[in-house]
């Protein structure tokens, strides 16, 4: 597929590369944004070898939310294709929730509505000083709907209520201190802070970083007991791999592992 609004490179046989590239408007999304970042995520999701997505946008701006464009031509539809295409959009966040990859954001600059969101769907996050993050959709007599769960499950419902009804501007510093990014880098040094994730991520095998993130997203807001017959299968399989029995190996004998890539 030859992409126009994203950017898709391969940085070895380990780390995509997905870019928003739309920087004349703020890698603002649009419908055709959304269908091109799905078709990535599929073709990210598919290779085995991947251990890593970093995401990111072109520019100044990380994503300044939907294309005000598309949210005019919104006012025209009927309730039936505004909820058709609501939920192509919700099932964007929960691709990229359910990746079996580690998403790695970097957040360059702006952050606001569904670059909140998408802020918020990452496993690791890094963002320069110079992002600010807003979730803006109440100034627009709207509300944060599809990302919601995703914002709320990132930094608690106090706070996703504090700033889904306030549309407040934080900034970096503020964002690490409520949860909402990991970890802030200076504009020159975001890069250098991104390859320092990607560093501790290659140590993992892929079918490690799948499994976990799986584990964590079944697991959340269930009960410890509810949960003890999965985890205990789930512990068991991967005991059964070729990864586990390389893993203890290269621990005892003080070398680096050689994982094995394990088809999906």
């Known amino acids: 597929m030859n992409y126009e609004s994203i950017k898709l490179t391969m ?12 920087p004349e408007i703020q890698n603002a999304m649009s419908m055709g944004l959304v269908q091109e970042l799905r078709h990535a995520l599929g073709v990210i999701a598919a290779d085995d070898k991947l251990r890593a997505v970093v995401l990111t946008g072109e520019g100044k701006s990380f994503c300044a939310g939907g294309d005000l464009n598309w949210m005019r031509s919104v006012l025209g539809q009927s309730r039936a294709e505004r909820i ?27 952050a606001t509505g569904g670059g909140f969101g998408m802020t918020c769907i990452c496993d690791v996050t890094v963002a320069s000083t110079a992002a600010r993050f807003s979730l803006t959709e109440a100034k627009l007599g709207l509300l944060p709907a599809n990302i919601g769960p995703y914002v709320a499950r990132r930094i608690g419902l106090a706070r996703a209520r ?11 510093a503020q964002a690490e201190r409520i949860g909402l990014v990991d970890r802030v880098a200076a504009p020159e040094d975001l890069d250098r802070a991104i390859e320092e994730e990607l560093a501790l991520i290659m140590a993992i095998p892929a079918s490690s970083i799948a499994s976990t993130k799986k584990l ?42 050689a994982w094995k890539v394990m088809r999906g």
């Open 216 to 257: 964590f997203n079944d697991v959340i807001g269930r009960p410890p007991r509810d949960c003890m017959d999965y985890t205990a299968a789930a512990l068991a399989d991967a005991w059964e791999t070729e990864n586990a029995g390389e893993g203890i190996a290269a621990f005892l004998a003080k070398r680096p592992a």
């Open 162 to 172: 504090r700033y889904g009804l306030t549309a407040q501007f934080i900034d970096a």
């Open 11 to 22: 940085d070895g046989d380990c780390v995509a590369r997905l870019t928003l590239a739309r």
């Open 84 to 110: 058709a295409e609501s939920r192509i959009l919700a099932e964007l966040f929960y691709e990229f929730d359910t990746l079996p990859k580690v998403v790695v954001g970097r957040i360059n600059g702006a």
